[in-house]
C-alpha cells in the first residue's frame, strides 16, 4: 500500500475486519470494513449497527496520505482519524480516531484494520 510503489495505487481490499477500542470502556467493537486506495487517496466503509437490527448506517472515512503509509481521515459521522502502515504491503492498519467536538472517552478511542482480499484495479 506504500504510494511510492505504482502497482500499490489502486487497490481494494473487500473483505477487511476493523476493530474499535474505546478509551474508558473494556468493550472492544469488530465490523466488517472495505479499505480503498485510489492514489494517495484512502477510504474505509462500513455498516454501524444501530439499536435496534434494523437500524444499519454505512459510515465512510475518507483521507489523503500524509507521508507515506500514514493518512488522515474524516468520517461521514463527524469523527477524524488517523491511519498508519508501519511496513511497506503490511496487512494492519492502525490509528486513533476521536469526535472533536466531544471531551468525553466515549468518543475517542484506537482502531485496528486487518486487509483481507485485495483486488488491484489498476488499468
Same mark, same amino acid.
Given at each position: 500500500?506504500?504510494? +511510492?510503489?505504482?502497482?500499490?495505487? +489502486?487497490?481494494? %481490499?473487500? =473483505?477487511?475486519?476493523?476493530?474499535?477500542?474505546?478509551?474508558?470502556?473494556?468493550?472492544?467493537?469488530?465490523?466488517?470494513?472495505?479499505? &480503498?486506495?485510489?492514489?494517495?487517496?484512502?477510504?474505509?466503509?462500513?455498516?454501524?449497527?444501530?439499536?435496534?437490527?434494523?437500524? !444499519?448506517?454505512?459510515?465512510?472515512?475518507?483521507?489523503?496520505?500524509?507521508?507515506?503509509?500514514?493518512?488522515?481521515?474524516?468520517?461521514?459521522?463527524?469523527?477524524?482519524?488517523?491511519?498508519?502502515?508501519?511496513?511497506? #504491503? !503490511?496487512?494492519?492498519? #492502525?490509528?486513533? %480516531?476521536?469526535?472533536? &467536538? !466531544?471531551?468525553? =472517552?466515549?468518543?475517542?478511542?484506537? %482502531?485496528?484494520?486487518?486487509?483481507?482480499?485485495?483486488?488491484?484495479? +489498476?488499468?
Amino acid at each position: 500500500m506504500n504510494s +511510492n510503489d505504482s502497482s500499490s495505487k +489502486n487497490r481494494v %481490499w473487500r =473483505n477487511s475486519t476493523m476493530t474499535f477500542c474505546y478509551l474508558g470502556h473494556p468493550d472492544i467493537v469488530q465490523y466488517d470494513c472495505i479499505v &480503498q486506495q485510489d492514489g494517495s487517496t484512502l477510504t474505509v466503509k462500513y455498516d454501524r449497527k444501530g439499536e435496534a437490527a434494523e437500524q !444499519s448506517v454505512c459510515v465512510v472515512y475518507t483521507g489523503q496520505e500524509a507521508g507515506p503509509g500514514h493518512w488522515r481521515l474524516s468520517g461521514s459521522d463527524g469523527c477524524d482519524s488517523t491511519l498508519h502502515q508501519f511496513a511497506p #504491503e !503490511s496487512a494492519i492498519l #492502525e490509528g486513533y %480516531w476521536h469526535f472533536p &467536538q !466531544s471531551q468525553s =472517552n466515549d468518543d475517542r478511542g484506537f %482502531w485496528r484494520i486487518q486487509l483481507s482480499d485485495l483486488t488491484s484495479h +489498476n488499468p
